[in-house]
């Protein structure tokens, strides 16, 4: 059992290119997550869904576009990379949203030069 | 809107000495609470929920957490603080009254055990 999974765990792109972020679970679970992690900032939300085919802005979503085209799946895209969106990217899943909590895979470090 | 606070950005106490990280929210409605803590280049690991019920939620490794509604707060305690315990730790809520799912955190304590 896996749970959470993260591809890649490092990168390091130039400024103006893009990339996909791919986060897998197999423990069937419904609401999956995207967080950016910041120094002195915590998690910030970037992007979630409550399903397969949903998706919904969190509190940071500007640059980053998201797909949910398979239930065990969720992508983050960056279109066209900014220094500013240097930071390591957390994703996680959950069984439902209410009182259930979260599993987080082990993060992807991204450095935009 | 939805916040978590984290008051102390740094906590360090003695090895065997009791420990508490603080947290206050402010939401909507009733909040779901939960704990979390994240080792050097690792993701975060859940260590305890609040749902309903008991104010007072055990949890993995010895911690335990207290729920003050009054107070709006969910600190996490420990009776005696090991070395180990030493790592980043995260508060974060979500709005029982809400259909979105969101979860919010704060920005996290980071916990310093002194052998």
């Known amino acids: 059992n896996a749970g959470v999974t993260q591809t890649p765990k490092f990168r390091v792109l130039k400024t103006g290119q893009s990339m996909t972020l791919l986060c897998a679970q197999d423990?069937?679970?419904?609401?999956m997550y995207w967080y950016r992690q910041d120094p002195g900032m915590g998690l910030r939300l970037i992007h979630y869904?409550?399903?397969?085919?949903?998706?919904a802005k969190g509190e940071v979503p500007d640059g980053y576009n998201v797909s949910r085209l398979k239930k065990q799946n969720f992508l983050l895209g960056l279109e066209s990379a900014a220094p500013s969106q240097t930071s390591v990217y957390f994703c996680a899943s959950s069984y439902t949203g209410g009182g259930t909590e979260a599993f987080f895979g082990q993060g992807t470090r991204l450095t935009v030069v | 809107a939805q916040s978590v606070a984290q008051p102390e950005d740094q906590v360090n106490v003695a090895e065997g000495n009791p420990l508490t990280v603080k947290c206050t929210y402010s939401v909507s409605g009733n909040p779901y609470l939960f704990w979390y803590v994240q080792y050097p280049n690792r993701g975060l690991q859940f260590l305890l929920k609040?749902?309903?019920?008991?104010?007072l939620v055990k949890g993995s490794y010895g911690f335990e957490a207290e729920f003050n509604k009054s107070q709006t707060s969910f600190h996490l305690k420990k009776p005696s603080a090991l070395v180990s315990d030493s790592a980043l730790y995260f508060c974060?809520?979500?709005?029982?009254?809400?259909?979105?799912?969101?979860?919010?955190f704060g920005r996290g304590t980071q916990l310093t055990v002194w052998p």
């Open positions: 609040y749902i309903t019920g008991d104010n």
């Open positions: 423990m069937n679970h419904e609401y």
């Open positions: 869904s409550v399903g397969e085919g949903t998706t």
């Open positions: 974060a809520v979500r709005d029982r009254g809400s259909t979105l799912g969101r979860l919010y």
